[in-house]
């Protein structure tokens, strides 16, 4: 009965995370703190969907589920661009200000019995803001070959993941997200679809590219 069932709560992006998952696992360098971070990420993400066909086959509410994940995966990209970026501390203190407001919103505004809509959002909006600013700052010291880096291909990954997912969480509309678009395909499936497959295949080529640059040398 459960291997029947489970079918009707598998999807597309399960097989993105689950193959990206494997792909890092298997070809990460420990050694490199950005290949440690982004691990953890995409574990997240692979820990996050195997709870959510749990609790989706148990018929019971992935809200709070997703708001967690959210917090830690924003939280950890945020960390990751740290790394980066040139103010490394201004960033450090980003993060901790984003956690603050992402548990008071979880306690005490949106809560835990529905998405924090406003904790993906607005952790989203740092991370956009913060690579836009670091891009331009690279553009004015003429630093080219950053932008077709390895680097910036792990750090440009969630930007359209981001970016399209609160285009929708922003408006918080039930009939802008579920207008259909072609055949069964909705607005939010499509959007989805589309960022989850560019986020997730970004990653698998930084992946493969620092292997192969490895393999190099």
């Known amino acids: 009965m459960l ?9 597309y992006t399960n097989v993105l995370v689950f193959i990206t998952f494997a792909v ?5 360098n420990p050694k490199k703190s950005t ?3 982004l691990l953890a990420i995409v574990f997240i993400s692979f820990l996050n969907e195997l709870m959510a066909l749990f609790l989706l086959f148990k018929k019971m509410d992935i809200s709070l589920l997703y708001t967690v ?3 830690l995966h924003n939280s950890l990209w945020l960390f990751l661009l740290s790394k980066y970026f040139h103010y490394h501390g201004l960033v450090s203190g980003v993060i901790v200000s984003y956690i603050s407001f992402s548990i008071f919103n979880l306690f005490f505004f949106e809560g835990h019995e529905m998405f924090n809509y406003y904790t993906f959002i607005l952790g989203a ?3 956009l803001v913060l690579f836009i600013y670091e891009s331009f700052f690279q553009l004015k010291k003429e630093n080219f070959p950053f932008f077709t880096s390895n680097d910036y291909i792990v ?8 970016f399209g997912l609160s285009a929708i969480f922003g408006f918080k509309s039930y ?3 579920s207008t259909i678009i072609f055949g069964s395909m909705n607005l939010y499936g499509f959007i989805g679809c589309f960022v989850n497959t560019v ?3 970004l990653i698998a080529i930084y992946i493969y590219r620092e292997k192969r640059l490895k393999n190099d040398t």
């Open 3 to 11: 291997l029947k069932e489970i079918p009707s709560y598998f999807n």
């Open 24 to 28: 890092v696992l298997l070809h990460h």
């Open 35 to 37: 290949h440690r971070i």
């Open 69 to 71: 994940t959210t917090i």
């Open 125 to 127: 909006f740092i991370y």
């Open 155 to 162: 750090l440009f990954a969630p930007v359209l993941f981001f």
């Open 175 to 177: 009939v802008l997200s």
């Open 199 to 201: 986020y997730y295949i």
